[in-house]
Structures are given as structure tokens and as C-alpha cells.
């Protein structure tokens, strides 16, 4: 029986790291900007919080290569797994090693990294979400980086995917599995728009918000178009209860591939995504 549920929790876990991989497609050169835009040193050596299934982990050593090294570390072993399978694959196998342990108290000395990366992890919701406080987090990241170096976080800020639906979008947008990792009662300090304020609190310098777009446009590829589709369902195949039955029927109309009116068929389909960089530089005499 427990055998039984090990299998289909694996299996789980690979459809899901499949599926990972597959999101990761739409946001490649959001992300690729973000790190460009950092100008991180080749040769230096980096920290990837929240690494997930590594894919930001690998982009990260490519940009510090042929010398640097990132470490990726998350707490869940299970998605670590694929991140070594994922690094094993690629060139970079050599400049990347993971670990599975709790940002919030990381395993690492005081300066160990000229820079930290976080993306998508430091959420904070009126249940603690991952991160439990932000300000101590953040202060915890700028512990383990040299002064001089950076702290930098990013979200999957924004998204526009129905064109032409933009009530019915919004309405989406409102039910509960979309608002994730917010959640309803949440401190508008916990916004992720709030960053700068967390990073000026934990004394970093030279603080700067960057919001970067990337654009879907007719004709898609197969891949993009698959990756589109599975993200409606991951936003909001699960909403039915949370909205009107018109609403649903509007939904599976335009969201569901084997509708005669399914919206990636349209001709002039256009949409994008964003994702915002907040940075700042750790100073020389960092503050308790
Ligand atoms: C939404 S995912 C983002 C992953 C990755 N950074 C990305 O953008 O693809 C958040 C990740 O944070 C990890 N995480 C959550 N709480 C954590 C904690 N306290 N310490 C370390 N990792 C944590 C989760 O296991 C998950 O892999």
C-alpha cells in the first residue's frame, strides 16, 4: 500500500517537474534579462534560494562561467533530485551543487557569496506562505553575501492571456488558486511590490525595481502553445466554485484546446507576462 503511494506521489512529481519545465519556456527571456541586467562577475560565486527543480540555477552558472559557481538550495530533497538530474545534463554540472535546508536559517558563513539570487520564494502570507518574516529573510540572504555584493529577488509579477476577456480575466484572477501565493487578508507590506522597502530595511544600497515583459504572439510554437494551455488549467482550472456558471462556461469556451473556440487558435492571438527584479548592494559595515 505505502509502496502504491510512494510510485504515484513520484509520478505526481515527475508530471510536475514536466510541467516545470514546460512554464519555464514562457519565462526564459524574462529571466535571461533580469540576470543580464545584474552584470553578475564571471568567476564569482552565487547563491539560487529557492532553486526549486534548478532551471534558474543553470542559467545563473552559464553567466558566471567559465569560473563561477552557484549553489542552489531548497528545501524540498525530492525537487533537488531534478535539479542534479537537470544539472547533469547540461555543461554546467561542474559550477552548480545543491542542498536541501531552510532559508530562513542558512548553512553557510557570513560573506560566502558575492550575490544571492531569489526568485518566486520569498512570499509572505497572513499564514507565514514560505518565508515566515520578510525582513529577517532578506537579512538573512545579505548575511551569507560579501559587502559589495548583491541581494536580488524577483516575482512573476503580471500576466495578460485572454485577449478580448479582460472582465472574465479579472474575475479569474479573483478566485483562490490564481491569487496564490496571496492570499485574502493579506499586510499590503507583504505585497511583492513593497521589496525596495524590505531591502532599504535590511540596509542594502543602490536600490533598484525592474519589470521586465515578455510577449506571446500568433503563430506559437508547439511548445509555447502546450506551455500556454497548461498554464490556463495551473491558474484557473480549478476556479469553478469561485465563479458564476457563466463565467465557467466562458472559461472552458476559450481556455480548453478541444473547444471550437479555443483562444490560442485565434490568429491574432497576443499576450505577455512580466516578472520584477528588486536589487540592492550590501554595504561595507552590514547592521544587526
Ligand atoms: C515557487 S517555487 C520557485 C522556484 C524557483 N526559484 C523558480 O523560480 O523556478 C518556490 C520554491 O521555494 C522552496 N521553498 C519554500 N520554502 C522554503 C524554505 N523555507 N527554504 C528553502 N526553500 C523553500 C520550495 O520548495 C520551492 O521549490
Request: with cysteine; glycine share 6%.
Amino acid at each position: 500500500m505505502e509502496t502504491k503511494k510512494n510510485a504515484s506521489k513520484e509520478h505526481d512529481l515527475d508530471a510536475y517537474v514536466r510541467m516545470l519545465s514546460l512554464a519555464d519556456l514562457l519565462r526564459e527571456p524574462v529571466i535571461l534579462s533580469a540576470i543580464r541586467m545584474l552584470k553578475l562577475p564571471s568567476g564569482s560565486r552565487g547563491l539560487d534560494v529557492g532553486c526549486r527543480a534548478g532551471h534558474h540555477t543553470l542559467r545563473l552558472a552559464k553567466a558566471v562561467a567559465p569560473a563561477g559557481h552557484v549553489s542552489g538550495l531548497d528545501l524540498s530533497p525530492e525537487l533537488l533530485v531534478h535539479a542534479r538530474e537537470l544539472a547533469n545534463k547540461s555543461r554546467f554540472s561542474e559550477h552548480v551543487s545543491f542542498q536541501d535546508w531552510d532559508m530562513n536559517k542558512l548553512p553557510f558563513d557570513d560573506n560566502s557569496f558575492d550575490w544571492v539570487w531569489s526568485a518566486d520564494t520569498i512570499w509572505i502570507g497572513p499564514k507565514g506562505c514560505s518565508a515566515g518574516a520578510s525582513l529577517p529573510l532578506i537579512k538573512e540572504l545579505t548575511r551569507v553575501v560579501k559587502p559589495g555584493g548583491c541581494v536580488a529577488i524577483l516575482f512573476w509579477s503580471s500576466q495578460k492571456l485572454l485577449p478580448g476577456f479582460p472582465l472574465l480575466e479579472a474575475r479569474l484572477n479573483t478566485t483562490s488558486p490564481a491569487i496564490a501565493p496571496f492570499t485574502r487578508g493579506m499586510k499590503p507590506n507583504f505585497h511583492f511590490l513593497c521589496t525596495r522597502g524590505w531591502l532599504r530595511d535590511a540596509y542594502l544600497e543602490n536600490l533598484v525595481g525592474h519589470t521586465f515583459v515578455t510577449d506571446f504572439q500568433a503563430p506559437l510554437s508547439d511548445d509555447i502553445r502546450s506551455a500556454l494551455t497548461a498554464l490556463f488549467q495551473s491558474f484557473w482550472g480549478n476556479a469553478q466554485s469561485e465563479v458564476t456558471p457563466e463565467d465557467w462556461a466562458e472559461f472552458e469556451r476559450i481556455c480548453q484546446p478541444e473547444s471550437p473556440d479555443f483562444i490560442l487558435n485565434r490568429l491574432d492571438y497576443s499576450a505577455f507576462l512580466t516578472y520584477s527584479l528588486f536589487h540592492g548592494k550590501v554595504v561595507k559595515e552590514k547592521n544587526d
